[in-house]
């Protein structure tokens, strides 16, 4: 009889081997609205914000290889995050670089995917190349930012310019 438990895990993988993070999550907004709030600071800055982060200091350049910053604050510090746009799709897909210290300041990707279901919209959020260790902190991260957007926009009522 083969040994298919050492076959399946005699190699490490790396992060950038490894299974992505997704996060989907249906809101009952229109899509539209979903992707400008990625591209507004102001809205942003309401809903960027996981776990204990009680606000977060927003500076966005949405263009494909405009820079953003965003710095979090909660009861611990700070926690800041910056990346580059890769793709700005209108209404359809975003992508960008995301590093901080929890990617070991190492570049890693997330894509933003809306599809539309109605008059609500399918978010699917897509991280690769995070470490293996710090995937599990990531995918608590976005879900409650994912969950933070679905409210901001469901409380707000208004499309970000």
Do not use: Q
């Amino acid at each position: 009889m083969r040994d298919s438990t050492r076959s399946r895990y005699c190699c490490a993988m790396t992060p950038a081997d490894a299974d992505p993070l997704v996060v989907r999550r249906v809101l009952r907004v229109p899509r539209e609205r979903v992707f400008a709030a990625w591209l507004d600071a102001a809205l942003m800055a309401r809903w960027m914000c996981p776990g204990d982060t009680r606000s977060a200091t927003v500076e966005l350049d949405p263009r494909v290889g405009g820079k953003f910053r965003i710095v979090m604050h909660h009861g611990r510090g700070e926690a800041e995050h910056w990346g580059e746009y890769l793709a700005i799709e209108p209404p359809s897909r975003l992508s960008f670089t995301w590093i901080s210290a929890s990617t070991d300041r190492k570049p890693t990707v997330v894509t933003v995917e809306l599809f539309a279901r109605g008059a609500d919209t399918e978010l699917v959020l897509t991280h690769r190349r995070l470490p293996p260790d710090k995937v599990e902190a990531h995918r608590e991260g976005w879900s409650d930012i994912v969950a933070k957007l679905d409210a901001t926009l469901a409380r707000t009522g208004r499309v970000p310019p």
